[in-house]
């Protein structure tokens, strides 16, 4: 059991490239995020979905799209990388919420993150 | 307006004591939820403790206790007999709206504590 894992771990891109961040779970959470955490902030959420084939936007979604295809799955696209999205990019994850247990369904389970430095 | 504020930039404390965290929220929902999120210089996030807006008792998780006083939109995390490991970076965060709208979390900018030996 993996837990919430993510790829790549760390990448260098140049202004205007494009890449993808895989995350991916196998704890079977029907929710799933990507936040972002500059330097000296807590982290802030760019999309998320609620479930698969559904993506909504977040509180800082300009310059990133995002795909749902499999549940198990969400990815994160730049498609024109600029030096303002130099940062660190957590995945979460989370349950349906079912009512019986707040706390249980509620919490979200971070990956280990992925270091980006756009020059 | 900041949604969630953490006024501690950094905090000390020396082995073995107590201390308190200090977060406050601002919320008109009637349904929400409030978490501690600890961050070690490793960068991981780790899940340490959860409040909902209806409980009317305090959270606790092993040494982590937190103190919810609703009617001051407060949410301070105390940790109990610190231990060198627990130096590191301490997020407040809140769930607003409905759980049936995924989850999201408003994070605050965080507290370093550092334990002294």
């Known amino acids: 059991n993996a837990g919430v894992t993510q790829t790549p771990k760390f990448r260098v891109l140049k202004t205007g490239q494009s890449m993808t961040l895989l995350c991916a779970q196998d704890m079977n959470h029907e929710y799933m995020y990507w936040y972002r955490q500059d330097p000296g902030m807590g982290l802030r959420l760019i999309h998320y979905?609620?479930?698969?084939?559904?993506?909504a936007k977040g509180e800082v979604p300009d310059g990133y799209n995002v795909s749902r295809l499999k549940k198990q799955n969400f990815l994160l696209g730049l498609e024109s990388a600029a030096p303002s999205q130099t940062s660190v990019y957590f995945c979460?994850?989370?349950?349906?919420?079912?009512?019986?247990?707040?706390?249980?369904?509620?919490?979200?389970?971070f990956g280990p993150g992925t270091r980006l430095l756009v020059l | 307006a900041q949604k969630i504020t953490q006024t501690q930039p950094g905090m000390f404390v020396q082995e073995k004591e107590a201390v308190t965290l200090d977060c406050t929220y601002d919320?008109?929902?009637?349904?929400?939820?409030l978490f501690w999120y600890k961050q070690p210089s490793s960068g991981e996030m780790i899940f340490l403790i959860y409040q909902g807006s209806y409980d009317e008792q305090n959270a606790t998780e092993g040494r982590y206790s937190l103190n919810f006083q609703k009617a001051r939109k407060s949410a301070n995390l105390v940790i109990s007999a610190s231990q060198l490991g627990d130096s590191a970076m301490y997020f407040c965060a809140m769930r607003e709206g409905k759980r049936t709208s995924g989850s999201r979390l408003t994070f605050g900018e965080g507290t370093q504590l550092t334990v002294n030996p």
């Open positions: 919320t008109s929902d009637q349904s929400y939820g």
């Open positions: 979905s609620v479930g698969e084939g559904t993506t």
């Open positions: 979460a994850s989370s349950l349906l919420p079912d009512f019986r247990d707040e706390k249980y369904q509620e919490t979200q389970y």
